[in-house]
């Protein structure tokens, strides 16, 4: 899936109380968050348990389509949180921006989808997986174990500036 550009607005308006900062002008562009998104090392990953209870854990996060994808293990924590509730929140700072990306998770399927989200691991992280019968496996590792891909499809997003002023909120129009 192509994430779209989605519609930027201020985060705080005049009724809101001050300091934060309500000039139009200082809007963040998609493309710095996706700058913020595709530098990280690593992100945060936020889900919910079938308890209701939030978990975060650090993962690698790639690009493909302007979607964030992440790799994990099917039995860990995360991956079974969003089995049973695919919302997650992606959370990362830069020295220009403090993001957070608020979606839904659907695991990756097909060998030509897999293949792609593969390939932009190998060239970010030179993490290498291999695609077997539309199963990921991690062959440099002892039992070559599996992996699944998940991509996050932005709902909502926020840009912080470094200043603590400036906010942006980016939402997206699904159809």
């Known amino acids: 899936m192509t994430v779209d550009t989605p519609v930027a607005e201020l985060l705080f308006g005049q009724e809101d109380a001050t300091p934060f900062n309500t000039d139009v002008a200082t809007l963040k562009?998609?493309?710095?968050?996706?700058?913020?998104?595709?530098?990280?090392h690593k992100c945060w990953l936020s889900t919910v348990g079938p308890d209701g209870r939030p978990h975060?854990?650090?993962v690698m996060v790639v690009l493909v389509d302007g979607a964030?994808?992440?790799?994990?293990r099917p039995s860990s924590r995360k991956s079974r949180n969003l089995a049973g509730n695919p919302g997650a929140v992606i959370t990362v700072s830069s020295e220009d921006l403090d993001?957070?990306?608020?979606?839904?998770?659907?695991?990756?399927?097909?060998?030509?989808?897999?293949?792609?989200?593969?390939?932009?691991?190998?060239?970010?992280y030179a993490w290498a997986f291999a695609i077997?019968?539309?199963?990921?496996?991690?062959e440099s590792l002892p039992g070559s174990p599996q992996y699944a891909f998940y991509e996050v499809s932005?709902?909502?997003?926020?840009?912080?500036?470094?200043?603590?002023?400036?906010?942006?909120?980016?939402?997206?129009?699904?159809?």
Do not use: M
């Open 68 to 72: 964030p994808c992440i790799a994990s």
């Open 154 to 175: 932005p709902v909502r997003a926020f840009g912080y500036g470094t200043d603590g002023l400036t906010a942006t909120r980016w939402r997206f129009n699904r159809t």
């Open 132 to 138: 077997r019968d539309g199963r990921v496996h991690d």
């Open 99 to 124: 993001l957070v990306v608020s979606g839904e998770a659907h695991q990756v399927s097909g060998d030509t989808a897999l293949r792609r989200v593969a390939a932009a691991f190998a060239t970010k």
């Open 29 to 40: 562009p998609w493309r710095q968050a996706l700058a913020c998104l595709e530098s990280a």
């Open 56 to 58: 975060a854990a650090p």
